[in-house]
């Protein structure tokens, strides 16, 4: 069998900014605006971050620039009380779902405060071992399935994960308990340095679904109408108690892995400036929205400004945060320090205290 | 008529299953979970009966995959549930150990307490029974340099019950391990009642003034023989302490036997390189170093995988072994 052809990109919205797909009526200009607003808000984060980075403001910084359509769409799809499970490239999501400009930025300077979501919002704090979090996102769905209600989990991972024991693990789980989970898979070509081909003889990482009778669709990840409606259709279902759905959202990371790498080295940039002309999420839907007769200057110039200040709100209330805590450390390894904590800190703050006097 | 207190005498493995289903029913959010643990009541009945009692949602037989049954039990764990997961055999872990590393022992203080992790994982382990390679593994030792996580090992089954519902209700992690070789050697009375043994306090298994011998799991028994045999023949008495807890330690108790004898026999089955021997040892030198009148003394396994079973006994620490460190700590 033809896995190319069995999971064929799904796409609503082409490059060109035009409707291929029936349902992409289904769109509102209020939504498509909101997709928009979004999506400029993730890359300005971003573009801010990368830049805070270099000035050494903030330390290693993990970009997602190219990304957005997937996160920003995927993360509109889900609702208040439902369960978000990040990886370390996955800010657009979550600040999109609601998590605090504040505390992204506390986590990019090494503050425990910065994988504390708001009140509220049910994140978790970045996933760095790889797959892992499809676990905890199939046995929080599961808990919420034993307490009935139709709150789902929406997990994040990339195309490296699928190698890992834990991604086969999480989706067997799921499929066996009926878990009302959606594993929504960013597939940007590489990890770190190793391109989907060296990673695995798989032509789609939606076909591992197969494996496990798990509904998977392969989308356009850049085209935002895309994720949005298969997410939502995905979100429905596990809803619905139809238990969960594998997306394969194909996308690009234009920059580094992190801003502790040299892309260069492994692959021709050139190919990355060239999709950022073609392929990019953010101009796909301008030319859309100006098909559309929905584009506006002044309405974005509005959003910069918005979006500028909210930043440099955030960026301001990272700086005045107050200084970090060794107590923070401490008190929560356990509900209730043991006398080997205690005694570690007490003698941590005497010998402190003697240096400084 | 008056009602007195029902006890009955029971096994290790016995008390556990009554831990497991007072806790289930007592609070809703108990749930057991793991391979085998349903229908087949666990490879060691641990969990027989359990399945037919409180039903398939509540006692739950998972697919084979450690790192998944302790990974979903984070999720579990987090979003308002106690599971309890069992290893099959402490040597059958390894797979989830990153669970356990990188997540379960971490989440409360990657949020500062907004999500924890109250969850137990059980196993049987240690050598002893003839039992196939990989499954006779004591590597306690591994687990208690997890920040964030207690290790709890009962020798009997008052203890077994007792520290097992101590460690469902306790708001973090717990590693339980259960030394397989005891679950059916000897029965102790066990309480129908509910009741719980403090984590975190070791027990008197014997009181003396001369040496004291420091232990644990399926090496508690066998210390006692040792040290029965020993007392038969010498005039020495010797003070014998089960930690129960090997994080976090008893260090009171430790301290207070060793102020009071100066000699000190560490008695595990585990290697001995970074062991819990040294770790004791290193208590000791904090809490009581002046007090030694002799080199503290210890019998380990060796630092060698555990060997298949024909020679299992030679790697154990045997009764001439312990009675032989008895002697080298009294006659320094």
Not at chain 1, 202 to 218: N, V
Not at chain 1, 318 to 333: C, G, K, L, T
Not at chain 2, 34 to 53: I, S
Request: proline share 5%; charged share 25%.
């Amino acid at each position: 069998m033809n896995m190319l052809e069995k999971f064929p990109i799904t796409q609503y919205i082409s490059e060109e900014g035009k409707t291929v797909h029936s349902e992409a009526t289904d769109i509102t200009a209020d939504l498509v605006k909101l997709f928009y607003e979004k999506m400029l808000r993730a890359r300005m984060m971003d573009k801010k971050c990368v830049n805070l980075q270099r000035q050494g403001r903030i330390g290693t910084y993990v970009p997602y620039e190219g990304q957005e359509a997937a996160q920003v769409g995927s993360a509109l799809a889900v609702e208040k009380g439902d369960w978000m499970f990040p990886t370390y490239r996955d800010h657009a999501a979550t600040m999109t779902f609601g998590h605090s400009l504040r505390n992204l930025l506390l986590y990019w300077v090494g503050r425990i405060e910065g994988g504390i979501p708001p009140e509220g919002k049910n994140i978790f704090p970045p996933a760095v071992p790889i797959a892992s979090q499809l676990l905890h996102a199939t046995g929080v769905a599961w808990a919420e399935k034993k307490k009935k209600t139709d709150r789902v989990s929406l997990v994040y991972f990339g195309d490296g994960a699928t190698s890992e024991g834990d991604f086969h693990e999480g989706l067997n789980f799921a499929s066996v308990f009926k878990v009302p989970v959606v594993f929504f898979n960013q597939n940007n070509g590489y990890a770190i340095s190793v391109p989907m081909e060296k990673q695995m003889n798989s032509k789609t990482i939606a076909q591992k679904g197969l494996a496990y009778e798990i509904p998977s669709i392969r989308i356009d990840g850049n085209d935002i109408v895309a994720v949005y409606l298969e997410t939502k259709k995905a979100v429905e279902r596990a809803r619905n108690g139809e238990g969960p759905t594998l997306i394969e959202a194909v996308t690009w990371r234009y920059g580094a892995h992190t801003t502790a790498d040299d892309p260069s080295k492994y692959r021709d940039q050139a190919e990355s400036d060239q999709r950022r002309t073609t392929g990019d999420p953010l101009l796909r839907l301008e030319k859309y929205m100006k098909n559309e007769g929905l584009w506006d200057e002044e309405w974005v110039t509005t959003m910069e400004n918005k979006i500028t200040n909210e930043i440099n709100t955030a960026l301001e209330e990272m700086q005045n945060y107050p200084d970090p805590s060794i107590d923070d450390v401490f008190e929560n390894v356990f509900e209730k320090p043991t006398w080997t904590l205690d005694e570690q800190l007490k003698q941590h703050r005497s010998i402190k205290r003697g240096q400084m006097s | 008529m008056t009602t007195a207190i029902q006890v009955r005498k029971l096994t290790m493995v016995q008390a556990v299953t009554d831990a497991l289903k007072t806790m289930l029913q007592e609070d809703e959010s108990v749930i057991v979970l793991g391979e085998d643990v349903g229908k087949n009541g666990g490879v060691f009945r641990a969990t027989e009966g359990l399945f037919d009692q409180f039903g398939e949602e509540r006692v739950i037989d998972t697919p084979l995959a450690e790192s998944g049954i302790v990974g979903t039990s984070i999720g579990l764990a987090i979003n308002g549930f106690r599971p309890i997961a069992e290893m099959q055999f402490l040597g059958f872990i390894y797979p989830a150990f990153n669970q356990l590393m990188t997540h379960a022992t971490r989440m409360r203080q990657r949020t500062m307490g907004r999500y924890t992790v109250p969850m137990v994982i059980r196993a049987p382990y240690g050598a002893g029974v003839k039992a196939p390679e990989i499954h006779s593994d004591s590597v306690e030792a591994l687990f208690t340099q997890i920040p964030g996580l207690k290790v709890v090992i009962p020798s009997n089954a008052y203890d077994a019950k007792g520290l097992l519902i101590a460690s469902i209700e306790d708001p973090d992690p717990v590693l339980f391990l259960e030394p397989m070789r005891s679950y059916r050697s000897f029965r102790t009375e066990v309480p129908e009642e509910k009741y719980t043994v403090e984590l975190g306090k070791a027990s008197y298994q014997k009181k003396g003034n001369d040496v004291t011998v420091l232990t644990w799991g399926a090496m508690v028994p066998d210390t006692m023989k040792a040290v029965e045999d020993f007392e038969k023949q010498q005039s020495a008495s010797c003070e014998v302490i089960d930690l129960r807890t090997l994080y976090p330690l008893d260090k009171e108790t430790i301290q207070e036997s060793v102020e009071k004898t100066g000699r000190v026999v560490i008695v595990h089955e585990a290697p001995a390189t970074g062991g819990m021997n040294a770790e004791i040892i290193s208590v000791i030198n904090d809490a009581a170093f002046f007090y030694l009148k002799a080199p503290v003394q210890k019998v380990t396994g060796f630092d060698t995988p555990v060997p298949v079973y024909s020679l299992e006994k030679e790697y154990l620490p045997s009764r001439e072994k312990i009675i032989h460190a008895i002697n080298q700590a009294l006659s320094y």
